[in-house]
């Protein structure tokens, strides 16, 4: 995004995450599930520019529900 330093990036191809390793570690765990779910909306070919709010809110709000649920995360890992 023009004006703002790029911390992460994908790949859409190869679906590779890259971040910048000089960030913060929490802020390199908020690019790769930010990234992720850029990967995941073109997998499902539902990428667009406009969704960049969107893929934000997603990210911040799903790594927060990772960190605060690890025994959700784990059921859900279940492959039963
Ligand atoms: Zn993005």
């Known amino acids: 995004m023009e004006g703002k330093r790029l911390i992460g990036s994908i790949v859409v191809e190869t679906l590779t995450v890259s971040?910048?390793?000089t960030i913060a570690p929490y802020k390199q765990r908020e690019a790769v599930v930010h990234e992720t779910i850029?990967?995941?909306l073109v997998q499902m070919g539902h990428d667009k520019e406009d969704?960049?709010?969107l893929?934000?809110?997603l990210g911040v709000g799903l790594l927060q529900v990772i960190r605060d649920n690890?025994?959700?995360i784990a059921w859900l890992q279940e492959r039963q």
């Open 70 to 72: 690890p025994e959700l």
């Open 38 to 40: 850029h990967g995941v």
């Open 19 to 21: 971040v910048d390793e």
């Open 51 to 53: 969704d960049e709010p």
């Open 55 to 57: 893929v934000t809110a």
